[in-house]
């Protein structure tokens, strides 16, 4: 990275091996695109994020959070700044009774095993979706009628100047898609969830259901960031997209599913540059046959 200061601050914070240089972010996202991150850090402890959010800070260097790269695209030509990833580090878990306390970088697969294991329902819906805990709450991720708004409790965050915060679910201010979390560029720690006593075998099956209904309805075999984007007020984009004739649309190697025309896929060999003028053009198109502005859900990285 040009900031050779930064670099060896972040060294000495997080120590030398937990920090790399010009990493390929198709390594870290779902999508497996995206070009090297000038630096890639993998903090251990909370002391550390805190400490090198607050280094970034001071040196002016944009940053980034990420969990399991499950809902972002990254530029081909990478992200000229600071990646931070919480995913296989902030992992911890510990349940009391109907209560689950998970650290951020928690998978909400696992999440939603743990709480199957314990007899706890609520999570259902969760277990397909393949983000992080901090991640999920940033946007307030839902599925099959669950969302994390109907779970939470009250999760600790912390601002940019280090500051932690302890809010509770009414404050997370928790909306379609969206969150106070979003808004204020605040860094999930941890996330309290109150669950409800359920029978093992009932919950079982139901994740076992909405496993299956995912397989059938998604392309799940191809590398995506999900759905591709919002629901518009009213209509449903999949249903929108493959209405305006879009269904198996390809642009390079970037493909609108024709499994599930909400999803644009990455085919084998797709650009990011693929992915945004597929996505660019299906907008147009909606617009242009439905009058229908389509919104991002994915979220971008250097562009």
């Known amino acids: 990275m040009k900031n050779e200061n930064l670099y060896k601050t972040l060294c000495e914070i997080n120590g030398a091996e937990n920090v790399l ?6 390594k870290h996202t779902t999508f ?15 002391a550390q994020l805190a400490e090198t959010v607050e280094a970034c800070e001071e040196a002016g260097e944009p940053w980034y959070i990420l969990g399991n790269g499950s809902n972002v695209l990254v530029s081909d030509d990478g992200y000229d700044g600071v990646v931070i990833q ?14 689950m306390e998970l650290e951020a970088g928690v998978l909400l697969v696992k999440a939603a095993h743990l709480a199957a294991r314990e007899g706890l329902t609520g999570l259902e819906f969760a277990s397909g979706i393949p983000g992080t805990l901090g991640g999920a709450l940033v946007m307030n991720a839902g599925a099959y009628g669950g969302e994390m708004k ?12 280090g500051k932690l915060l302890r809010l509770k679910r009414e404050e997370l201010e928790l909306g379609y898609r969206t969150s106070v979390i979003a808004r204020e560029g605040y860094v999930v720690l941890s996330v309290l969830l109150e669950l409800r006593k359920g029978d093992p075998e009932e919950i079982e099956t139901r994740m076992q259901e909405l496993r299956t209904a995912r397989t059938e309805k998604q392309p799940l075999e191809y590398p ?3 759905s591709t984007f919002k629901r518009p007020e009213g209509y ?7 209405d305006a004739g879009l269904r198996g649309y390809r642009l390079g190697g970037a493909q609108v599913s024709e499994k599930h025309c909400g999803f644009v896929i990455n085919t084998g060999d797709a650009t990011a540059e693929d992915v945004m003028n597929l996505i ?3 907008q147009s198109e909606v617009s242009r046959q439905f009058g229908v502005e389509l919104e991002m859900e994915v979220k971008t990285l250097g562009f």
């Open 21 to 26: 240089r010009d990493e390929p972010m198709k």
């Open 32 to 46: 497996r695109i995206g070009g090297p991150a000038r630096c890639f850090c993998l903090p251990q402890t909370a």
């Open 86 to 99: 919480l995913f296989h580090n902030f992992e911890a878990v510990r349940i009391e009774g109907c209560l």
């Open 150 to 161: 109907d779970v939470v409790r009250e999760a600790l965050v912390m601002r940019k100047d």
């Open 224 to 226: 995506s960031a999900g």
């Open 236 to 242: 449903f984009a999949g249903k929108l997209i493959m």
């Open 280 to 282: 660019r053009h299906v």
